[in-house]
């Protein structure tokens, strides 16, 4: 049986658009939830009486409140949260500022922690409900920053996120509330269009499969684990990465 109701972050562009676009393809009524409106706007033009659009800042708790809340009213149910939507930073471990670690975390970390509080509100209600959030094969890689590529600010808020899994996973598992998180590795997004031509290639050359992924074979895997075909599933990590990551 497919998701019949979802709330996706990050709706605007890469993943999130990918995986909104893939579930009102099934049949999913979709939330889909964004900080930047016209773009959400110009991305689903025109009405579909499955899609309801929430311009908002997951950062704020009354923004991903509100979200929910709207969800409800306008769907009358929520089964799903997938949580894509993060903020990126390049800035090396001496160019960092504390106002840019704040900023970081704020919008990863705590952002992930407020939209699942929300939806986990309704879930634990309801007794049921699963919820998805994104980590990053960066923090296996420990990778540095710079030229595009994550920093050690995005990448602590990106390993946060595995233990953020961990522990509601923990606390909502007993009241039928599933939390996993999907790992993807270097995806075509607007996330990585400060990569150079020849980071790019030589990216691409660790990469058994020899590319980046599409974002649609990220949003994939978070929709799995949203199904009931991932039932038994939570606290874990499903890694997405074309191989990259076994060295
Ligand atoms: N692209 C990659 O190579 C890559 C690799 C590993 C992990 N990821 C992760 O995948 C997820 C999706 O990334 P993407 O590449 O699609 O990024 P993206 O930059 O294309 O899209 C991110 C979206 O999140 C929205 N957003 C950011 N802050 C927000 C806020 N406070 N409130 C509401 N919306 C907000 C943005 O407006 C944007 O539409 C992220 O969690 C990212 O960390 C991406």
Redesign the pocket.
């Known amino acids: 049986m497919v998701t019949k109701t979802a709330l996706v ?2 709706a ?5 658009l990918a995986c909104t676009k893939l579930l009102l393809e099934q049949g999913t009524k979709v939330a889909a ?4 409106g016209q ?1 959400l706007r110009e991305q689903f033009p025109g009405s579909n009486k499955n899609l309801l659009s929430l311009i ?4 704020k708790q009354e923004d991903c409140f509100g979200a929910i809340d709207d969800t409800l009213t306008h769907f009358g149910e929520l089964d799903a949260v997938l949580h ?5 930073s390049s800035a090396r471990w001496n160019e960092l500022t504390a106002e840019e670690c704040n900023r970081v975390l704020q ?1 990863n970390v705590t ?1 992930s922690i407020l939209i699942a509080q929300s939806a986990a509100n309704v879930m634990e209600k309801q007794g049921s409900g699963s919820i998805v959030l ?1 980590t ?3 923090v296996l890689q420990g990778v540095t920053g710079g030229e595009g590529q994550g920093g050690p600010a995005y990448v602590a808020s ?1 390993g946060a996120i595995i233990a953020l899994t961990r522990s509601l996973a923990r606390a909502l598992g007993p009241k039928g509330v599933r939390v996993n998180a999907v790992s ?4 075509e ?4 269009a400060g990569y150079t031509d020849e980071q790019r290639k030589n990216m691409k050359a660790r990469f058994p499969l020899g590319r980046f992924a599409a ?1 649609e074979e990220i949003a994939h895997a978070g929709i799995y684990l949203t199904s009931e075909k991932a039932s038994f599933m939570t606290g874990e990590v499903m890694h997405v990465n074309g191989g990259s990551n076994f060295g």
Request: charged letters at 15%; glycine letters at 18%; aromatic letters at 8%.
């Open positions: 972050t990050g605007a562009s890469g993943i999130g939830f964004d900080i930047q773009k908002g800042d997951f950062s894509w939507g993060a903020a990126h919008v952002g994104c990053s094969t960066s990106k993807p590795g270097i995806t997004t607007e996330m990585i974002p």
